[in-house]
């Protein structure tokens, strides 16, 4: 998140001020990156860091708007939601995810989420996103609007991306995308913060629960799905 909301032209203050706003993330220096850049222009009821504590927030404060991130502890986005949508139905949610994946996209749409933005969007970007939700509107980043028009056309097939992703763990789904898109086993190390066996440990494991052969075959695999 930018350091630079209160010198953004046409704050939009005065026009969003009455938003109250949860926001959940596993990360607490995101957390409070947000705060301090939206702060200003919405009001923050209460955040969480997992699951439980994300629930808890939002049926505590009932919020306009929730900036939800996908992969959480404790059962990921979607599950915050099944949640507070079974007892507070009206509750609006808006993923703010570093994920740019189809998969996670069309997944947190289906579970109830009204947009879905990724973590490059500004400050005064992410604000009217809030006021856009909240008025009942749906949002998405440009190239993550595709994932989801692909999806009603049936240029997705959403089934079999479900059914087979159900199968990968969200470990082996990180290390998928970073293999399809090209990263080498070393690099994937570095980006996940694992030793190069553990990456190949996922890999070897993608493979079979995928019933796939090679890693040509898993990139050709993930990118008829469009999930990089």
């Known amino acids: 998140m930018s350091d630079q909301p209160t010198d953004a032209p046409d704050a939009p203050e005065s026009s969003h001020r009455q938003r109250r706003v ?6 607490a220096m995101f957390r409070s990156g947000v705060k301090h850049d939206i702060g200003p222009y919405v009001t923050i009821v209460g955040e969480g860091e997992d699951v439980a504590s994300a629930v808890a927030a939002i049926t505590r404060s009932t919020p306009d708007v929730v ?5 959480l502890p404790g059962g990921g986005g979607m599950e915050v939601i099944k949640q507070v949508h079974a007892t507070q139905p009206d509750v609006k949610f808006l993923a703010v995810s570093v994920s740019d994946a189809a998969e996670d996209v069309i997944g947190v749409i289906r579970a109830g989420a009204r947009g879905y933005v990724t973590k490059s969007i500004s400050a005064p970007e992410l604000v009217e996103a809030i006021g856009r939700v909240a008025d ?22 959403i089934a079999s991306i479900d059914e087979d992703l159900d199968r990968l763990s969200q470990r082996e789904r990180e290390v998928l995308r970073l293999i399809a898109r090209g990263y080498a086993y070393k690099e994937v190390a570095k980006e996940l913060f ?7 440990t996922h890999v070897s494991s993608v493979l079979r629960k995928l019933q796939l052969s090679n890693r040509h075959q898993l990139t050709r695999w993930a990118t008829d799905r469009k999930l990089v």
Request: net charge negative; glycine share 8%; charged share 20%.
């Open 67 to 71: 900036l939800l991130d996908v992969h």
């Open 194 to 200: 694992i030793s190069i066996k553990t990456v190949e």
């Open 22 to 27: 949860v926001v959940v993330d596993d990360h």
């Open 136 to 157: 009942g509107d749906a949002v998405f980043s440009p190239r993550l609007a595709g994932f989801v028009l692909d999806a009603f056309s049936g240029a997705i097939d």
